[in-house]
Nanobody
Framework: QVQLVESGGGLVQAGDSLRLSCAAS????????RGWFRQAPGKEREFVAA????????TYADSVKGRFTISRDNANNTVYLQMNSLKPEDTAVYYC????????????WGQGTQVTVSS
């Protein structure tokens, strides 16, 4: 059974940094990509960043480009999201997700970690 466990969320002030981690277990197949999404109160979940597991190619939402960096540790099956220059509008529950091969969307999700940025 695949489990994704996020950690590293918290309450910070605008301009601060946080590093989120997402550890995967029970993965017995090759992952195509890992991603981060977020959902703010009253809003739909939105894409933040993704990284392909083999090549390390990355993509970002325009709202976080230049501030957030996604990276991976293949040996430990962990993905990270380094968030710098945080803004109050970054406040949300952040979810990590895994997309396996031969599917068109992310098919495994973590429980989420809260990030709150005060002004």
């Amino acid at each position: 059974q695949v489990q994704l466990v996020e950690s590293g969320g918290g309450l910070v002030q605008a301009g601060d940094s946080l590093r989120l981690s997402c550890a995967a277990s029970g993965v017995t197949f090759s992952s195509y990509a890992r991603g981060w999404f977020r959902q703010a109160p009253g809003k739909e979940r939105e894409f933040v960043a993704a990284i392909t597991w083999t090549s390390g190619s990355t993509t970002y939402a325009d709202s976080v480009k230049g501030r957030f960096t996604i990276s991976r540790d293949n040996a430990n099956n962990t993905v990270y999201l380094q968030m710098n220059s945080l803004k109050p509008e970054d406040t949300a529950v952040y979810y990590c997700a895994l997309r396996s091969f031969r599917v068109t969307s992310y098919n495994y999700w973590g429980q989420g970690t809260q990030v709150t940025v005060s002004s």
